[in-house]
Structures are given as C-alpha cells and as structure tokens.
C-alpha cells in the first residue's frame, strides 16, 4: 500500500522531469526515488496493513563521543551550527544508501534499512552507510579545525532483528517510529562504541560478513539478556577500498568511579611489603586511572587490591604497570595497565564497565 504523500510528490516529480526532458521516469530511477522520499518523510516503505507491523529491519545508531562537554562549553548558536552541519553531512550519506532517518536525539541519529522482497541487503547498506559515516567526519572536522571549533566524532552501533513499526501518538502530535528488543539492543551496542568506531551485532555480523573486515568477537553483557551478546568491530570493506578511521587510542570503553584501592609496588619481580592507598577514578577492561599521594616513575610495577561494587567482586593480586604520570595538587595521577590478571577478574571488570556503561549512559 503506497503512502499518499510519497506517492503524490513522486506523481509530481515525474511530471516536472517529463515536461524538462520529455523522458519518463525510468522504473529503476522512480523505485530509487521513491525510497529517498519515504526515508525524508520518516516512513519506510510506505504506510502499512495493521496485521504487517513486524518486519525484519537492520538499526543503526550513532551518537556524538563527548558532546555534553562540548554543549556546557560553547555558546549555543555554536552548537547548533555544528550539529547541523555534522548531521546534514550524515543525512546525505544515509540516502544515498536508502536508508530512512527515523528520528533525531539530542547528538544522535537512528537509521533504519530495509530489504524488498528480492534483495535482502539491509544489513550490506547499513554498514556501508556506518563507514561512509565516520569518513565523513574528516571532512566536518577539517572544517571544524579551520574555524577553532572543537571536532566530533561519532560511536555506531548496528543491528539486524525484527521490530514492530507503528504511528504512535494521537491527534495532536503523532510520530512513526519502530519498536522492540533488537532496537534496544541496537542503542546498548551502541553505548560500547568508542570514537570513530563502528560495532555489529551477530545477527548483522552473519548477514554481511562475507562483504566487511572485521576484529575478533567481543563479549559484551546487556541488560535484559540472559547470554553475554557477542560484538564485532568494523574495520572496513576490502571490495570499496575503505578503512575505519578510529579516533580512540584506549582498547576499550572507561568509566568514571570513585573506588578506594591500596598498593604494592613490585620491584624486581619481588613485592614491596608496605601497602600504600589511593583512589580509582577511572576504569576500563584493561586498565585504571588512579590518584595516589606519592610521586611514581612511568613503567613500575605495582600490585592492586581493590573491591568492584555492582558485582560484588574484590580485586586481589592484580598487577600492573604505571604508563603515565600527571602531577596534581600535590599528589599524581596515574595510568596503570593491567598486565597480568586472572580469567575471572578479566571477566568481573568488563561486567562492571559495561554495568555501568549501560546505567549511566555516559557519552564519553
């Protein structure tokens, strides 16, 4: 059933071309069109019967790395021209990928990608879209740069599964939108993508995985999932020449913490008996940053002892090395990577950054 308001402006469209060039509309170019115009209007494929709500769609998510810090800091005109610019860059790339723009949130986009019945390439046009994407932002930065404003880069999270599409609203303000549990875990997968980076679900994993490089499988806990979900990091699409550009040196996603810990520092292989203390400020799956009340050389070695709240999980024996130094305020504040750690505590940190990943929803 065709949407009454696509259906007129292509009825439109085709008749200005055809009095500009006295050529019909070809049927490719028109199915083309077509889906540009649902997409600008926020409804995919058109409006549908009530008993053909849930259809099998591929969601991409991509949201602005740090860009509450960057709103607090600039003046709001600032804002605005940024944010649009970026996603007037995105808006373009995601129709020509024939993709539709759900919505807009705040510094995200959702994206929604159907297959017709004769080609099931959602999930191939998403990904490519997600590429496109972050290359894309090379070039709104590079404009940034030129006007000393800050850069922005997004995180994407994509994932394939079946929704539920509806009108939702009333007289007054109604919106179309999907629904379900594939679009909640689409926005979870989402929350772990650090700057420049692009994650897969398995099930879009499985639909493209012929077509796009990717990094090893990742397990991630989600909220309201029994099993850990597995997740994998584009890197890039060999056929089109084109890699990820990512703009994040750490190997995973920190969290801000407040945790007490006491120390040992290790020296040649043997452990300091005198146990000194700090605070955790930040955590991530491989390492920490930590305020301590001494002065210590970059690469010592030190053993950790700590409790993880949330998972109900101490932290004992865990070693590491000091990989930066920041004097402050009379005290210092250091980097630590873990270097050697049990399988189970491996496992207890990356529950508890992703725990709190998915409360907080911080965008950092």
């Not at 995985?209 to 806990?221: I, L, N, R, T, Y």
């Not at 050389?297 to 090395?321: H, I, N």
Request: hydrophobic share 45%; with cysteine.
């Amino acid at each position: 059933m065709k949407d009454p308001l696509v259906h007129d402006a292509l009825r439109q469209i085709q008749d200005i071309l055809a009095e500009e060039t006295g050529v019909p509309l070809p049927a490719a170019t028109r199915s083309r069109l077509e889906t540009v115009l649902q997409g600008a209007l926020g409804r995919p494929n058109g409006a549908r019967k009530p008993d053909d709500l849930a259809r099998e769609v591929t969601i991409l998510l991509a949201d602005l790395r740090g860009f509450s810090g960057i709103s607090a800091s600039y003046p709001g005109a600032t804002v605005l021209a940024l944010l649009n610019r970026c996603f007037g860059a995105m808006s373009e790339i995601v129709f020509r990928h024939q993709g539709c723009i759900d919505k807009f949130m705040g510094d995200a986009i959702m994206v929604l990608f159907e297959s017709d019945k004769d080609c099931d390439d959602s999930a191939l046009r998403a990904v490519s879209c997600a590429v496109d994407m972050q290359l894309a932002m090379e070039g709104v930065n590079a404009v940034s740069r030129g006007q000393d404003l800050p850069e922005l880069y997004f995180g994407i999270g994509i994932n394939t599964g079946r929704v539920i599409s509806a009108m939702l609203g009333s007289d007054l303000y109604s919106e179309y939108t999907v629904i379900g549990e594939e679009v909640n875990l689409a926005s979870r997968i989402e929350s772990f993508s650090l700057r420049g980076q692009v994650l897969l679900s398995e099930s879009t994993w499985e639909r493209c995985k012929g077509f796009v490089q990717a990094g090893d499988p990742m397990d991630a806990f989600v909220k309201g999932k029994s099993r850990m979900v597995v997740l994998r990091e584009v890197l890039g699409i060999p056929s089109l020449g084109k890699s990820v550009p990512r703009h994040e040196l750490r190997r995973s996603a920190r969290v801000q913490v407040k945790i007490p810990f006491r120390y040992r520092m290790v020296v040649n292989q043997v452990v300091i008996p005198e146990a000194r203390e700090g605070r955790i400020l930040d955590i991530g799956y491989y390492g920490v940053l930590a305020e301590v009340p001494l002065a210590h050389s970059a690469f010592s070695e030190m053993m950790l002892d700590f409790e993880l709240p949330l998972v109900g999980e101490r932290m004992a024996d865990l070693y590491g090395r000091v990989v930066k130094v920041i004097p402050k305020a009379g005290k210092s504040r250091i980097g630590v990577e873990f270097t050697s750690m049990r399988p189970e505590q491996k496992a207890a940190i990356q529950l508890f950054v992703q725990l709190l990943i998915q409360g907080t929803e911080a965008d950092d």
